[in-house]
Antibody
Framework: EVQLVESGGGLVQPGGSLRLSCAASGFTFSDHYMDWVRQAPGKGLEWVGR??????????EYAASVKGRFTISRDDSKNSLYLQMNSLKTEDTAVYYC?????????WGQGTTVTVSS | DIQMTQSPSSLSASVGDRVTITCRAS??????LAWFQQKPGKAPKSLIYAASSLQSGVPSKFSGSGSGTDFTLTISSLQPEDFATYYCQQYNSYPLTFGGGTKVEIK
């Protein structure tokens, strides 16, 4: 079964840092681009960023709202995706989803909740 | 950035109804458009990619059409499990952007 499981969410103060992880199983993780998408409470979906695969030099793209503060990385040997979030703001409060890119964003994790509050 | 505008933002429909949701891009995106369904408290589920291609396992009552700037998602016969929020998303250029969502409620 194709599965993505996020972890690492929690409560953090403004200005703090948090690292999210996503464990992939049931497919060849290294063959796929991977995305992070977030959803603030009661709001719509917002794309956070993308990391390409090794053949594309693991290059990344980011939304303007997180560029310079968030970093996406991956470890293909561990079938894992990461989101390092620094200088967190209250507006970063959201459920963060790990998403496989195949035919579009075809497989989503269940999400992990990040709350930025003092 | 490409803005994605969905209409309506919400609609009420009955079981068995045919429902159509529209998504308009602020500039041409070819057929680089996807549709997602999200139920409360759950992760989004991919329904359609490339404007009209059904994801594996998605029932054929869902269909998509359009190219360029105007797209539609149609549910041919609404069932209780279809009441949810639907989002369109363009992947023609970065940043990837979503529409604001259409909430489909029971009449």
């Amino acid at each position: 079964e194709v599965q993505l499981v996020e972890s690492g969410g929690g409560l953090v103060q403004p200005g703090g840092s948090l690292r999210l992880s996503c464990a992939a199983s049931g497919f060849t993780f290294s063959d796929h681009y991977m995305d992070w998408v977030r959803q603030a409470p009661g709001k719509g979906l917002e794309w956070v960023g993308r990391i390409r695969k090794k053949a594309n030099s693991y290059t990344t793209e980011y939304a303007a709202s997180v560029k310079g503060r968030f970093t996406i990385s991956r470890d293909d040997s561990k079938n894992s995706l990461y989101l390092q979030m620094n200088s967190l703001k209250t507006e970063d409060t959201a459920v963060y989803y790990c998403v496989r890119v195949s035919h579009g964003m075809d497989v989503w994790g269940q999400g992990t909740t990040v709350t930025v509050s003092s | 950035d490409i803005q994605m505008t969905q209409s309506p933002s919400s609609l009420s429909a009955s079981v068995g109804d045919r429902v159509t949701i529209t998504c308009r891009a602020s500039q041409g995106i070819s057929n680089n458009l996807a549709w997602f369904q999200q139920k409360p408290g759950k992760a989004p589920k991919s329904l359609i990619y490339a404007a009209s291609s059904l994801q594996s396992g998605v029932p054929s009552k869902f269909s998509g059409s359009g190219s360029g700037t105007d797209f539609t998602l149609t549910i041919s016969s609404l069932q209780p499990e279809d009441f949810a929020t639907y989002y369109c998303q363009q992947y023609n250029s970065y940043p990837l952007t979503f529409g604001g969502g259409t909430k489909v409620e029971i009449k």
